[in-house]
C-alpha cells in the first residue's frame, strides 16, 4: 500500500474520530435506533436511479466523442464505478477504472476525456445549484444569508476564476504538447456540451443527478426525523456534497462529515443530527450501488 493511501486512511479515521468527541455520540446514535426504515429504503431506490441517469450522461458524452459505449455497458460501469468511489481512498478509483476498462474502442485519451468530461458536468451543475440555493436563502430560510457561507462561495467562485486564467496562460506560454492537450479538451467539451445543443441534453441531465443526489441526503435526514427545510437542501447540502471532491479521504468520509457538522446549525439543526444524516447518506449510497456491481463481477468472471 503506497504512503499516499495510508494517509487518507489515517486522515479519514481522525476526521471520525474528532468528530464523534466533539459531538454527543449517543444523541447520533439514538436517531439511527429511532430511523425510519420506509425513507432509508426509498433512499436506496432514489441512488438506483441516480446511477442510471448519470451512467446516461457518460453514455451520451463518450459517443459524442467517438467511443463505442452502449447504455447498459454504460450502468454497469457507473455501478463498479461509484461503489469504487465510495469505498476506496481518494475517491476517484472508480473513474480510473471506467476509464481503463472502456479505453479500446476510441483509445485512452477519448476514454479518459468522455469521464473527465462527465464528471465535469456534475461538479458545475452542483455549484450552479449551490449559488442559486443561497441567493434564495433569504427567501426561503426567511433570513439573511450568513456571512461566513457567503465568503466560502466568494472564494470558490475565484478560486474557478483563477483555474481558468491559469489553464489559458499556460495554454499561451507552455509547450506544443501541453497546448495540444488543451486543444484537444477544448474541441471534446465543444462537441459535447454545445455542437447540435448538446447543452441541452446534458444541463437536463446533470441537475436530475444533481436533484438525486440531494433527494437521497433528504431521505437520510426523514429517516432521522430530522427533515431540512427547502433553502437548506438547495444551499447547505451541496456544499457537503462538493466537500467530497476533495481527495482526501476514502470517499469523502470524515470530510463530508465535518462539513455537515459545520454547517447544519445554519438550518437551526443539531450537530448530532448532521453527523447522523452524512452517515446514513454515506451508508445508502455505498449499499445502493452494491447490486449493479455485482453483476458486473459476475459477468466479468464469466468472460
Request: glycine share 8%.
Amino acid at each position: 500500500m503506497s504512503r499516499r493511501r495510508v494517509l487518507r486512511i489515517v486522515l479519514t479515521v481522525l476526521l471520525l474520530l474528532l468528530i464523534a468527541w466533539l459531538v454527543d455520540l449517543r444523541a447520533a446514535m439514538r436517531l439511527f435506533a429511532e430511523a425510519q426504515w420506509r425513507w432509508v429504503l426509498m433512499g436506496l431506490l432514489i441512488v438506483q436511479l441516480q446511477i442510471v441517469l448519470s451512467a446516461l450522461r457518460w453514455q451520451i458524452t463518450a459517443v459524442r466523442l467517438g467511443q463505442g459505449l452502449s447504455v447498459p455497458r454504460a450502468i454497469q460501469e457507473y455501478y463498479l464505478a461509484t461503489l469504487a468511489n465510495l469505498s476506496l481512498p481518494g475517491g476517484v478509483s472508480g473513474d480510473a477504472a471506467r476509464i481503463y476498462r472502456n479505453r479500446y474502442s476510441a483509445g485512452a485519451a477519448a476514454s479518459a476525456r468522455s469521464v473527465v468530461i462527465e464528471r465535469l458536468a456534475g461538479q458545475l451543475a452542483l455549484l450552479l445549484v449551490a449559488i442559486i440555493g443561497w441567493l434564495l436563502w433569504p427567501l426561503l430560510m426567511h433570513d439573511a444569508t450568513p456571512e461566513a457561507t457567503a465568503r466560502i462561495l466568494l472564494v470558490a467562485l475565484l478560486l474557478l476564476t483563477g483555474l481558468c486564467m491559469i489553464a489559458i496562460i499556460l495554454r499561451r506560454f507552455a509547450g506544443a504538447k501541453v497546448a495540444a492537450l488543451f486543444d484537444a479538451m477544448g474541441t471534446a467539451l465543444h462537441r459535447v456540451w454545445v455542437e447540435d445543443r448538446q447543452w441541452q441534453i446534458q444541463s437536463l441531465l446533470s441537475l436530475a443527478v444533481v436533484a438525486t443526489y440531494l433527494a437521497v441526503f433528504a431521505c437520510s435526514a426523514l429517516a432521522l426525523h430530522q427533515a431540512l427545510p427547502l433553502g437548506g437542501i438547495i444551499s447547505v447540502v451541496p456544499l457537503v456534497l462538493l466537500s467530497m471532491v476533495i481527495p482526501l479521504s476514502i470517499g469523502g468520509w470524515g470530510i463530508r462529515e465535518a462539513v455537515a457538522v459545520s454547517l447544519w446549525p445554519l438550518m437551526g439543526l443539531s450537530v448530532e443530527a448532521a453527523i447522523g444524516t452524512s452517515v446514513l447518506y454515506g451508508l445508502i449510497s455505498t449499499v445502493g450501488s452494491l447490486p449493479g456491481a455485482l453483476l458486473v463481477l459476475r459477468s466479468t468472471a464469466s468472460e
